[in-house]
């Protein structure tokens, strides 16, 4: 009482009139398909409930109803971070004010995007210039201890107290004091008079 169809591969149905799973758009019921349908960027597809439109669920980064955008932070397969961001999936933009204490000249990552690597200005130094280097003090200002400045020009040299609190001078062999401010004056040997002067006897006169 009832023809049976044998359906092809891309039709269902009792009479084959509609798309099979995972095909959309009867009747040409086209097979969805990621690398036609999702850009090759997907980790799979499915038709949708009206089995009109392919579903893509984009891997990595990937965006659009086809997988065919990649924002500007991202490289590769959308799956790294672009120089000068970290920390892939965020990939966060690395940024003097931000990284670098706002003591760089120049900021971009470490190369394995995890890190964000500063050029620190004269007088700073450590990851993110958050220190004064050698022979500089008081962070954030990191003055540079100089001879005429913190010596009163009478140090051989100058540097810091290891701590980068203090100019340390080394003075000049006649100048003293933590500045070499002090100057030593030569003390001389006073020559000590006698008192009394020793005496001989007039000889008499014949």
């Given amino acids: 009482n009832t023809c049976v169809c044998t359906c092809k ?29 999702c850009s090759d960027h ?17 891997r990595n980064q990937w965006k659009g109803d086809t997988c065919d955008t990649c924002d500007v932070n991202f490289t590769g397969d959308c799956d790294v971070c672009t120089v000068g961001h970290i ?36 007088g700073f130094e450590g990851t993110d210039c958050s220190k004064c280097s050698a022979g500089h003090i008081n962070y954030p200002t990191c003055t540079e201890c100089t001879v005429a400045a913190h010596c009163s020009g009478n140090a051989l040299s100058v540097t810091d107290d290891g701590m980068r609190n203090t100019c340390v001078c080394t003075c000049k062999d006649s100048f003293d004091g933590s500045s070499c401010g002090m100057h030593l004056m030569a003390v001389r040997a006073t020559p000590v008079l006698p008192t009394t002067l020793a005496t001989r006897p007039v000889p008499s006169a014949r």
């Fill in 42 to 58: 997907a980790d799979s597809v499915q038709a949708d409930a009206t089995q009109q439109k392919c579903e893509c669920d984009c």
């Fill in 9 to 37: 591969d891309s039709f269902d149905g009792s009479s084959c009139d509609t798309c099979s799973a995972n095909h959309i758009g009867y009747p040409t019921c086209t097979e969805c398909k990621v690398k036609d349908h």
């Fill in 87 to 122: 920390n892939f999936p965020t990939c966060t933009l690395c940024t003097v004010a931000t990284h670098c204490s706002n003591h760089a000249s120049a900021v971009t990552d470490d190369g394995s995007r995890t890190t964000c690597k500063c050029t620190c200005d004269v």
